[in-house]
């Protein structure tokens, strides 16, 4: 049983976006031998579940929800190795493949969603900005992905999200992969009209909307 | 003799245009080339679309440079030609410019990140800027229109950038998101703070663009007008994008409901307004009837 009040500074790590203290932390819990699926579970995941409730509130922006993803994903660097050699799964995000659909060479947002998804347990490959549709069928078949996740700034770029979806049927694979679209033109609406699986308005709610897709929302 | 841009701004309203990307679009432009690249390949189309915009009435026109930061254009491969593209940007502007208009010299952000979220330093920002700056100067623009700055970091940097090789006014817009608590940049840049400083740093006018549709842009122009006696320049997005019935993209806040709140962004306090995105000529027109009735 872990120390509540270790749980509490991990938490607390997390949502100041303290990556040295979160770091610490972990390298403590894994020297005093600590259940590391708790300490995850209890400590590290609620901070981030909180910088989430905080950014959708407008209280947090873009540089805090960086600090603290980066913050959570140091943590989890210490962690992982631990759990690997000790032969423990930890719950698993699952793997996506990311980016921004070409054409177009905007990439914050999409940055921003691979980054909290990765904080978010998720397996990431972010392909970059201006990427050939292939390459999102090409990778997702390499690395045995669940996901691909689309993002598209202009107006004239996102019908590339549409176009992503016929080459998926085109191959055989549509049932293969959930389609998932962002950006700044995106919206319910055109993600139903495409076809994809899901549209999410933000990377806080692309990390949610992610979980549901593989069974974990 | 004209007037000073700034000195206009004193006595009436001044009407900048609206989008210039989609009408490119309109026009051919393929996706995924830079917009700047036709300053050189098609300048005849970028002439043309200004000369719309300055027959519908705007009184200033914004150069095809957005993207023509050094640090945006080589994401399209094409950083060593910054000044040649902003240069023509500049002008193609002034050559269809009748007398007594203006050029803008627009200068979008970089899309990068200052250290510590990106791996920029703001001497890098500052430098891609300047190049920008100098080709717009050299080119005929009578200010200087650093726009759509999603952190004030980046714009004091470009601000910077842009005194170091040129003398020229130079206006500033942010783009903001409504929130219950208020209005705020990406960043979490507040209106207060983001006029405050940008007055320090000696801008000519500040304001905001984009994001907001024309209703939520006449509360934020009035957190601007709270915050500062600079002049103010206010423009709006047409809503957001929607699909149409026939299946192409638009955005959500047809024509009259976007130009019913002009009136409105004005007496709030803007002395510069004009459009963002899905706003075209006709926009522009429209702003232009309202603005003489308001006069009149």
Same mark, same amino acid.
Request: hydrophobic share 40%.
């Given at each position: 049983m872990i120390k509540d009040e270790l749980l509490r500074s991990m938490n607390e790590a997390i949502v100041a976006g303290d990556k040295g203290a979160a770091v610490a932390l972990a390298a403590d819990a894994v020297r005093s031998g600590a259940n590391l699926l708790e300490v995850i579970e209890k400590g590290y995941v609620p901070g981030l579940q909180k910088v989430g409730e905080l950014w959708e509130q407008g209280d947090y922006f873009l540089p805090e929800l960086i600090s603290s993803a980066e913050a959570m994903k140091a943590a989890m660097a210490v962690l992982e190795p631990e759990l690997d050699r000790n032969k423990i799964v930890a719950r698993k995000g699952g793997k996506v493949v990311i980016g921004t659909v070409e054409g177009d060479i905007h990439d914050i947002g999409k940055n921003l969603v691979a980054s909290m998804l990765q904080a978010g347990g998720f397996e990431v490959f972010d392909l970059g900005a201006d990427v050939k549709l292939e390459r999102f069928v090409e990778k997702a078949e390499i690395v045995g992905a669940e996901i691909i996740c689309l993002s598209a700034l202009l107006t004239t770029t996102m019908t590339n999200q549409r176009r992503l979806i016929g080459l998926l049927r085109d191959k055989g694979l549509r049932d293969k992969y959930k389609v998932l679209v962002g950006g700044a033109p995106a919206s319910r609406k055109w993600a139903d009209e495409i076809g994809a699986d899901g549209y999410a308005e933000n990377a806080v709610a692309a990390v949610k909307l992610a979980r549901t897709m593989i069974g974990q929302g | 003799m004209t007037l000073p841009l700034l000195a206009l701004v004193k006595t009436r309203t001044v009407l900048l245009d609206g989008a210039m990307g989609t009408e490119l679009m309109a026009r051919g432009l393929p996706w995924g080339?830079?917009?700047?690249?036709?300053?050189?390949?098609?300048?005849? !189309?970028?002439?043309?679309? #200004?000369?719309?915009?300055?027959?519908?009435?705007?009184?200033?026109?914004?150069?095809?440079?957005?993207?023509?930061?050094?640090?945006?254009?080589?994401? #399209?491969?094409?950083?060593?030609?910054?000044?040649?593209?902003?240069? $023509?940007?500049?002008?193609? $502007?002034?050559?269809?410019?009748?007398?007594?208009?203006? !050029?803008? %010299?627009?200068?979008?952000?970089?899309?990068?990140?200052?250290?510590? &979220?990106?791996?920029?330093?703001?001497?890098?920002?500052?430098?891609?800027?300047?190049?920008?700056?100098?080709?717009?100067?050299?080119?005929?623009?009578?200010?200087?229109?650093?726009?759509?700055?999603?952190?004030?970091?980046?714009?004091?940097?470009?601000?910077?950038?842009?005194?170091?090789?040129?003398?020229?006014?130079?206006?500033?817009?942010?783009?903001?998101?409504?929130?219950?608590?208020?209005?705020?940049?990406?960043?979490?840049?507040?209106?207060?703070?983001?006029?405050?400083?940008?007055?320090?740093? %000696? !801008?000519?006018?500040?304001?905001?663009?984009?994001?907001?549709?024309?209703?939520?842009?006449?509360?934020?122009?009035?957190?601007?007008?709270?915050?500062?006696?600079?002049?103010?320049? +206010?423009?709006?997005?047409?809503? &957001?994008? +929607?699909?149409?019935?026939?299946?192409?993209?638009?955005?959500?806040?047809?024509?009259?409901?976007?130009?019913?709140?002009?009136?409105?962004?004005?007496r709030s306090g803007a002395g510069v307004v004009g459009g963002c995105c899905g706003t075209n000529p006709a926009f522009i027109r429209a702003m232009a009837r309202k603005l003489r009735e308001e006069s009149s």
């Open positions: - | 080339t830079a917009p700047e690249a036709w300053n050189v390949e098609r300048p005849d !189309v970028v002439k043309e679309i #200004h000369g719309e915009y300055f027959a519908a009435g705007a009184d200033v026109v914004s150069t095809n440079s957005f993207g023509g930061s050094a640090l945006k254009l080589a994401g #399209h491969g094409l950083g060593d030609r910054t000044y040649e593209l902003n240069l $023509a940007a500049a002008r193609l $502007a002034r050559e269809i410019a009748p007398a007594g208009r203006y !050029v803008a %010299g627009s200068m979008g952000p970089t899309g990068k990140f200052l250290k510590p &979220q990106g791996e920029f330093t703001e001497e890098d920002f500052a430098a891609a800027y300047a190049e920008q700056a100098r080709g717009l100067a050299d080119g005929g623009a009578d200010v200087l229109l650093i726009e759509t700055q999603y952190d004030l970091r980046e714009a004091l940097t470009a601000v910077r950038g842009a005194r170091s090789v040129s003398s020229l006014p130079v206006f500033v817009t942010m783009t903001f998101n409504s929130f219950p608590r208020g209005f705020f940049t990406l960043m979490g840049d507040t209106v207060v703070r983001s006029a405050a400083e940008l007055e320090k740093e %000696g !801008v000519g006018a500040v304001g905001a663009n984009c994001t907001l549709n024309s209703e939520q842009m006449v509360g934020c122009v009035r957190a601007l007008r709270e915050a500062t006696a600079l002049p103010i320049i +206010a423009q709006a997005n047409a809503g &957001q994008p +929607a699909i149409g019935p026939d299946g192409r993209v638009g955005y959500s806040q047809g024509l009259e409901d976007y130009v019913r709140f002009v009136l409105e962004i004005v």
